[in-house]
């Protein structure tokens, strides 16, 4: 009997062993948040997949795929699968070196280049599948960052916010320049609020970025507005050298949206029945 025939025959066995052995050595740090009836269901289904290989020859591969893409939409580590056909090989080798009770050097070696041979096609194919599907979902999250990270809202006609939120980084300023530029064109504005209220730090680096966004703007026929300017922020910007003097700048977006309504020549008229209403338009605009 070769070693195929002998593991396919004592593949319960063997599954058995490596069920085990298995436990969710590489899991521990999920353990809160993973049944064990969830770890036991995927040993046994990642068991079924390694035996059918086997019995396949590694014709269908399409199995293994989505084995791999359902580990990482699980958000389980790498080490899941590594370690677990690490195991499985190991079982396997000794299952066999059992069955046949020699301990011949040869032997041995036959027995583990046999297992070997067909374990390892197994691991390379998870692997790659896996750090590709991984590799896919940090694209996809990174695009919808990039999406969220540099957002411009027409609030009314011919003026524009840009909210900025967290650290401005070389490529993020790029982001924005680019988002920034279009937006102006598409939505065909006269003045853009930049808010920088979420921004921790304003150094020369973002400051020179942001003097260059509204140099770009202006060149377009729009005015950039510069609002969210904390005491702190003025103070840094102060002390740097850095000149904002080209454009208009607001501590808040309240104040800043004032001034794009007086550059626009528009007012919010209200009536006295809805007067209330416009200042807690204002007051709301303010907060943000």
């Given at each position: 009997?070769?070693?195929?025939?002998?593991?396919?025959?004592?593949?319960?066995?063997?599954?058995?062993?490596?069920?085990?052995?298995?436990?969710?050595?590489s899991?521990?740090?999920?353990?809160?948040?993973?049944?064990?009836?969830?770890?036991?269901?995927?040993?046994h289904?990642?068991?079924?997949?390694?035996?059918?290989?086997?019995?396949?020859?590694?014709?269908?591969?399409?199995?293994?795929?989505?084995?791999?893409?359902?580990?990482?939409?699980?958000?389980?580590?790498?080490?899941y699968?590594?370690?677990?056909?690490?195991?499985?090989?190991?079982?396997?080798?000794?299952?066999?070196?059992?069955?046949q009770?020699?301990?011949?050097?040869?032997?041995?070696?036959?027995?583990?280049?046999?297992i070997?041979?067909?374990?390892?096609?197994?691991?390379?194919?998870?692997?790659?599948?896996?750090?590709?599907?991984?590799?896919n979902?940090?694209?996809?999250?990174?695009?919808?960052?990039?999406?969220?990270?540099?957002?411009?809202?027409?609030?009314?006609?011919?003026?524009?916010?840009?909210?900025?939120?967290?650290?401005?980084?070389?490529?993020?300023a790029?982001?924005?320049m680019?988002?920034?530029?279009?937006?102006?064109?598409?939505?065909?504005?006269?003045?853009?609020l930049?808010?920088?209220?979420?921004?921790?730090?304003v150094?020369?680096?973002?400051?020179?970025?942001?003097?260059?966004?509204?140099?770009?703007?202006?060149?377009?026929?729009?005015?950039?507005?510069?609002?969210?300017?904390?005491?702190?922020?003025?103070?840094?910007?102060?002390?740097l050298?850095?000149?904002?003097?080209q454009?208009?700048?607001?501590?808040s977006?309240?104040?800043?949206?004032?001034?794009?309504?007086?550059?626009?020549?528009k007012?919010?008229?209200?009536?006295?029945?809805?007067?209330?209403?416009?200042?807690?338009?204002?007051?709301?605009?303010?907060?943000?």
């Amino acid at each position: 009997m070769n070693l195929k025939e002998l593991v396919l025959e004592n593949s319960d066995e063997i599954v058995s062993r490596w069920v085990e052995k298995q436990g969710n050595h590489s899991l521990q740090d999920y353990s809160s948040t993973i049944s064990n009836d969830m770890i036991k269901q995927m040993n046994h289904e990642f068991a079924d997949i390694i035996i059918s290989s086997l019995k396949e020859g590694g014709a269908n591969l399409e199995n293994l795929d989505d084995f791999a893409e359902k580990v990482v939409n699980l958000g389980w580590p790498f080490g899941y699968i590594t370690e677990g056909l690490q195991i499985f090989r190991t079982e396997s080798i000794k299952f066999v070196l059992d069955q046949q009770g020699t301990e011949n050097k040869e032997e041995f070696i036959y027995v583990m280049d046999g297992i070997n041979e067909w374990i390892d096609p197994l691991k390379t194919r998870l692997m790659n599948q896996y750090s590709a599907n991984w590799n896919n979902i940090i694209s996809l999250q990174k695009l919808a960052l990039e999406e969220l990270s540099a957002p411009l809202i027409p609030v009314m006609d011919e003026i524009t916010v840009m909210p900025l939120v967290g650290t401005i980084d070389t490529d993020r300023a790029k982001l924005i320049m680019e988002n920034l530029l279009s937006g102006v064109v598409k939505n065909r504005t006269d003045v853009v609020l930049i808010d920088i209220t979420g921004v921790p730090v304003v150094d020369t680096m973002v400051a020179h970025h942001i003097i260059q966004a509204a140099e770009a703007v202006r060149l377009l026929g729009a005015t950039c507005i510069l609002v969210g300017i904390r005491p702190e922020i003025a103070q840094t910007i102060v002390n740097l050298g850095i000149d904002l003097s080209q454009f208009p700048t607001k501590s808040s977006l309240k104040k800043g949206f004032e001034t794009a309504l007086e550059i626009t020549d528009k007012q919010i008229v209200s009536n006295d029945d809805k007067k209330e209403d416009v200042e807690e338009i204002l007051d709301s605009i303010g907060k943000e």
